[in-house]
C-alpha cells in the first residue's frame, strides 16, 4: 500500500522535523489569520476532590486589538463575566473578581501570542487596590492554556454550599477563528510510519477523518528491536531497544483549494529491558500542500549532544549507551502523509 502511495506526486519537505522550529514561517506560507478565540476562566477544585472547569468566557479578538473582561467567582459554585466594569458592582457576592486585558499580538498556525494584564481584587481590600496583579506576554500552541493566578477559597460563605469550590486558577486560551466557509469540512489524513535499520523495513499506519482546524492526535505502537551481536553482560540478555512516535496533525483549507498542514512529532527512544533508560525530542513542520499531495518528512539521527556536553568530564556511559548510539545512527525513521479532502 505504502508504494502505491509514493507514486503519487510527491512534495518533500528537506530538513529536520524534531528538535527545530517549523521549515516554513507564517510569513513564508502567506497565512492571514484576521483573529483569535481566547479563552479566560476558571479550573476550580470542588469540595477538596476533583478539579475541573468552572466557567469560562470566550472572545474573538483581531490581531492587534485587545479586549478587556471581569472573571468573578461566588461564593459557591459559580463563576459570572462581564465585559467591562465597575469591579466595585461585582467584589460584595464573590470571593475575587479579576480584571483581564487581553491583545493578541500574533496569530499563526500552532502559535499565538498574547499579551495580558490582570489583576486580582479582594472584597477585604476593596476595588481601590488590588491584591495581586501581573503582566505577561504567553506563547501558546492552538488549545494549549497557562495558568495566570491561584487563590485559595477558605470561607463561612461557603459552609451551606453543596459543592463548594475550595481553590481556583485564572486560565487563558487560545485557539484560531476558523473561516466560516470551511469550519464544517473534514479531511481524510493517511500517516505511515516507516522505520528501515537491523532487522529490515518495517511500516505502522494511522488513518483518520478530522474537521478542519482540529487536531488529530496520533500514537504510533512501539518498534521493538533487539540490536545484533549486543547483549547485557550481568544476563546474557539481548540489548532491546523501543522506538516510540507520536504527536498530532491539524489541516486547514485553503481558498485557493490547497491545505496547510501542522505537523508536531515526538520520538521516544528506550532500552526496554534489564533495568533500561530512555531519551526522546519533538518539532514542528508548517506545511502546504494540495489535495492527493504526499509529503514525506524524515526524523534526522538522534542527537547525543545532552549526554555529551554533559558537565561531568568523567560521565560514565550509562548501561548499553554505546551499543544503543551505534543502533539509532544506523537506522532511518520517517513519516509519510498523505491528505485528501473528505467527501
Same mark, same amino acid.
Given at each position: 500500500?505504502?508504494?502505491?502511495?509514493?507514486?503519487?506526486?510527491?512534495?518533500?519537505?528537506?530538513?529536520?522535523?524534531?528538535?527545530?522550529?517549523?521549515?516554513?514561517?507564517?510569513?513564508?506560507?502567506?497565512?492571514?489569520?484576521?483573529?483569535?478565540?481566547?479563552?479566560?476562566?476558571?479550573?476550580?477544585?470542588?469540595?477538596?476532590?476533583?478539579?475541573?472547569?468552572?466557567?469560562?468566557?470566550?472572545?474573538?479578538?483581531?490581531?492587534?486589538?485587545?479586549?478587556?473582561?471581569?472573571?468573578?467567582?461566588?461564593?459557591?459554585?459559580?463563576?459570572?463575566?462581564?465585559?467591562?466594569?465597575?469591579?466595585?458592582?461585582?467584589?460584595?457576592?464573590?470571593?475575587?473578581?479579576?480584571?483581564?486585558?487581553?491583545?493578541?499580538?500574533?496569530?499563526?498556525?500552532?502559535?499565538?501570542?498574547?499579551?495580558?494584564?490582570?489583576?486580582?481584587?479582594?472584597?477585604?481590600?476593596?476595588?481601590?487596590?488590588?491584591?495581586?496583579?501581573?503582566?505577561?506576554?504567553?506563547?501558546?500552541?492552538?488549545?494549549? &492554556?497557562?495558568?495566570?493566578?491561584?487563590?485559595?477559597?477558605?470561607?463561612?460563605?461557603?459552609?451551606?454550599?453543596?459543592?463548594?469550590?475550595?481553590?481556583?486558577?485564572?486560565?487563558?486560551?487560545?485557539?484560531?477563528?476558523?473561516?466560516?466557509?470551511? %469550519?464544517?469540512?473534514?479531511?481524510?489524513?493517511?500517516?505511515?510510519?516507516? !522505520?528501515?535499520?537491523?532487522?529490515?523495513?518495517?511500516?505502522?499506519?494511522?488513518?483518520?477523518?478530522?474537521?478542519?482546524?482540529?487536531?488529530?492526535?496520533?500514537?504510533?505502537?512501539?518498534?521493538?528491536?533487539?540490536?545484533?551481536?549486543?547483549?547485557?553482560?550481568?544476563?546474557?540478555?539481548?540489548?532491546?531497544?523501543?522506538? !516510540?512516535?507520536?504527536?498530532?496533525?491539524?489541516?486547514? &483549507?485553503?481558498?485557493?483549494?490547497?491545505?496547510?498542514?501542522?505537523?508536531?512529532?515526538?520520538?521516544?527512544?528506550?532500552?526496554?529491558?534489564?533495568?533500561?533508560?530512555?531519551?526522546?525530542?519533538?518539532?514542528?513542520?508548517?506545511?502546504?500542500?494540495?489535495?492527493?499531495?504526499?509529503?514525506?518528512?524524515?526524523?534526522?539521527?538522534?542527537?547525543?549532544?545532552?549526554?555529551?556536553?554533559?558537565?561531568?568530564?568523567?560521565?560514565?556511559?550509562?548501561?548499553?549507551?554505546?551499543?544503543?548510539?551505534?543502533?539509532?545512527?544506523?537506522?532511518?525513521?520517517?513519516?509519510?502523509? %498523505?491528505?485528501?479532502?473528505?467527501?
Amino acid at each position: 500500500m505504502i508504494k502505491a502511495i509514493l507514486k503519487a506526486r510527491v512534495f518533500v519537505t528537506v530538513g529536520v522535523l524534531l528538535g527545530s522550529t517549523s521549515n516554513l514561517s507564517h510569513a513564508d506560507l502567506g497565512v492571514e489569520i484576521p483573529s483569535a478565540n481566547v479563552s479566560i476562566g476558571i479550573l476550580g477544585t470542588f469540595g477538596g476532590s476533583a478539579t475541573k472547569p468552572a466557567g469560562a468566557m470566550i472572545m474573538d479578538i483581531g490581531v492587534g486589538r485587545s479586549e478587556s473582561t471581569l472573571v468573578a467567582v461566588t461564593p459557591c459554585d459559580g463563576t459570572t463575566f462581564t465585559f467591562a466594569g465597575p469591579v466595585a458592582a461585582s467584589l460584595p457576592t464573590s470571593h475575587h473578581v479579576w480584571e483581564a486585558n487581553i491583545a493578541v499580538q500574533k496569530a499563526g498556525l500552532e502559535s499565538i501570542e498574547l499579551g495580558i494584564d490582570w489583576k486580582r481584587f479582594d472584597p477585604k481590600l476593596g476595588p481601590a487596590k488590588p491584591a495581586a496583579s501581573g503582566s505577561q506576554v504567553v506563547s501558546l500552541n492552538e488549545g494549549d &492554556y497557562q495558568l495566570l493566578d491561584f487563590q485559595s477559597l477558605v470561607s463561612s460563605a461557603t459552609s451551606n454550599c453543596s459543592e463548594a469550590l475550595t481553590n481556583v486558577a485564572l486560565k487563558v486560551e487560545a485557539s484560531l477563528t476558523e473561516d466560516p466557509a470551511f %469550519k464544517d469540512r473534514r479531511i481524510d489524513y493517511e500517516l505511515w510510519l516507516v !522505520h528501515e535499520g537491523q532487522g529490515g523495513r518495517r511500516e505502522r499506519v494511522w488513518r483518520v477523518t478530522g474537521r478542519h482546524g482540529e487536531k488529530q492526535e496520533f500514537d504510533f505502537s512501539p518498534l521493538s528491536q533487539a540490536l545484533e551481536g549486543s547483549r547485557w553482560p550481568d544476563t546474557g540478555q539481548p540489548i532491546v531497544v523501543e522506538t !516510540h512516535v507520536g504527536g498530532h496533525i491539524r489541516g486547514r &483549507y485553503r481558498p485557493d483549494g490547497r491545505l496547510d498542514l501542522a505537523l508536531l512529532a515526538f520520538r521516544e527512544f528506550r532500552v526496554a529491558n534489564n533495568g533500561g533508560w530512555a531519551n526522546g525530542e519533538r518539532g514542528q513542520k508548517l506545511v502546504r500542500a494540495a489535495p492527493e499531495d504526499v509529503i514525506q518528512l524524515e526524523l534526522p539521527v538522534t542527537s547525543w549532544r545532552q549526554i555529551q556536553q554533559s558537565p561531568q568530564a568523567d560521565r560514565k556511559p550509562m548501561r548499553g549507551e554505546e551499543e544503543v548510539r551505534s543502533f539509532l545512527q544506523a537506522q532511518k525513521v520517517s513519516l509519510i502523509l %498523505k491528505v485528501t479532502p473528505s467527501s
